[in-house]
């Protein structure tokens, strides 16, 4: 899911908001007060533009305080200036200001903490924006825990996306400070978000009768996702195995594996694709090798059995682990997937078949000291979105990535040269329906339109002519018919 809008202040000067809302927005930042707590000379025009053509809207306000007294006066400022108004995306505080740098990170939390107290007091969602260098080292452990909206634009910024810049982290993505559209005179601030804070009204106005996806399903659907893509690696000899040349996290180019990798990895994946992104970091900062592992805790799994000598009660998606010394993933309650060194070579490609591989279950010879399952334990679901249900939760959960299954974001169009997750998307679907490469070439999982992705493509449009034109791109007609068959 990317919804995409832009941030705004009086730097843009006067707005023709009728062009931008015709141009397309999925939402508007508004800075909402200035130094000195003066009033952006443009908010009230911005609010009642976006107002005019229902553009879902959030403030935010950059920063001047040293004080906890200072940034107090701050944010009564804005909830004075807000005076109950509706906003359907967080009042966001801007920390950027390197005055603020040197009060350290303890100093920069009670701030941080003192405007939250006051917004969210007033009825209004609570966030903060800050760049990648203010994230990593400036901001402590203990305010990750409120939604984040990262700076992160190359130097030589000419307003188009850099997907290599992409963080892992955040709720919403700052990239661009130089983009154009039309009904903006000058150059503006583009965005993505990863978390539809509209889903709440959207679901308010549809009654008690129909909710946002369940947890369970949305449980269910990174566990599928996350055995999907260790058999996928486990069918691949591309992939080999190496503790030294490791695929951590890099789903973006991935080489070889090792037991750890492989399983925090997959579940890394799953957590991407599911809008679970403050989960997929504490993985990526905490969980390295089997030795850690327990550290998945945090993030959404618990202990469900040790020192485990059967299976009887293992269930697709957990992990069984020594914590020395070795790590699989159930992919049913017999079969495991793993990554395990039994040819003793040291070179990235599975020559066998063997060295990443499927198999029944069996007692390691160390032992199992733990059983972790994903049970979404300690996770906030609130803000995903997903199909509407009754409130009544299955207790049936479709695969995310089965035929007519929902998806958790919105697929964008796939052309040639592409490289993002709505290609690996693709290239799940036509896999599954069994379409491959030149030269009958099994589809690979790369999340980049390759050649073999647009053959691949074009032979799935091919099959359905009748409704579909044969160019290569992944339209919105083409992933109508993809979805929906």
Not at 84 to 98: C, I, M
Not at 181 to 191: E, L, M, Y
Not at 238 to 249: C, E, F, N, P, V
Not at 254 to 268: G, I, M
Request: some cysteine; hydrophobic content about 35%.
């Amino acid at each position: 899911m990317e919804i995409r809008g832009i941030d705004v202040s009086a730097w843009q000067g006067a707005i023709d908001w009728d062009t931008v809302a015709n141009y397309g927005m999925d939402f508007a930042i508004l800075r909402i007060t200035e130094a000195g707590n003066v009033i952006d000379s443009c908010f009230e025009k911005n609010y009642s533009g976006c107002q005019k053509h229902n553009i879902p809207t959030g403030a935010y306000k950059y920063s001047y305080a040293m004080t906890v007294a200072e940034i107090q006066s701050e944010a009564r400022k804005v909830v004075e200036v807000l005076n109950g108004r509706k906003l359907q995306y967080p009042v966001w505080l801007d920390l950027e200001w390197n005055n603020q740098r040197s009060l350290g990170a303890e100093q920069i939390h009670k701030l941080a903490e003192a405007f939250e107290k006051i917004v969210t007091a007033a009825g209004y969602k609570f966030g903060i924006y800050c760049n990648v260098d203010w994230y990593l080292n400036v901001i402590c452990s203990h305010l990750k825990k409120y939604d984040f909206w990262i700076a992160c634009y190359p130097e030589s910024d000419n307003g188009t996306l850099q997907e290599r810049l992409r963080p892992d982290f955040g709720v919403g993505w700052q990239y661009s400070s130089k983009a154009k559209i039309p009904g903006i005179s000058g150059t503006v601030d583009r965005n993505i978000f990863y978390k539809d804070y509209t889903a709440a009204v959207k679901n308010e106005n549809k009654g008690e009768d129909t909710v946002k996806k369940t947890k369970s399903q949305i449980i269910q659907a990174v566990i599928n996702d996350a055995v999907e893509f260790a058999v996928n690696i486990a069918n691949d000899n591309a992939h080999g195995y190496s503790q030294r040349i490791r695929s951590l996290y890099e789903i973006n180019d991935p080489k070889s594996f090792d037991c750890s990798s492989l399983a925090c990895t997959a579940y890394y994946y799953a957590f991407m694709k599911n809008g679970l992104t403050q989960q997929a970091r504490y993985l990526k900062e905490h969980c390295s090798y089997t030795g850690n592992m327990l550290n998945m805790c945090n993030c959404g799994f618990e202990v469900v059995a040790r020192n485990q000598t059967a299976h009887a009660q293992m269930q697709k998606g957990d992990l069984e682990l020594n914590v020395t010394h070795h790590v699989a993933m159930a992919i049913d309650r017999d079969n495991i997937v793993h990554a395990r060194s039994s040819e003793g070579t040291t070179n990235t490609i599975d020559d066998s078949g063997n060295e990443i591989r499927t198999q029944p279950w069996y007692l390691y010879s160390h032992g199992w000291t733990h059983r972790l399952r994903f049970t979404g334990k300690g996770i906030d679901f609130s803000g995903l979105t997903g199909t509407t249900t009754s409130k009544t939760e299955t207790t049936t959960t479709p695969n995310a990535t089965q035929t007519g299954g929902k998806y958790m974001f919105n697929p964008e169009t796939v052309k040639a040269g592409d490289k993002n997750t709505s290609v690996l998307l693709l290239q799940e679907i036509l896999r599954a329906r069994g379409f491959k490469g030149k030269n009958g070439k099994a589809l690979k999982l790369t999340w980049t339109a390759d050649a073999n992705t647009i053959y691949a493509l074009k032979a799935y449009q091919e099959s359905r002519k009748e409704v579909l034109e044969v160019d290569g791109i992944c339209g919105s007609e083409t992933w109508k018919d993809l979805i929906a068959i």
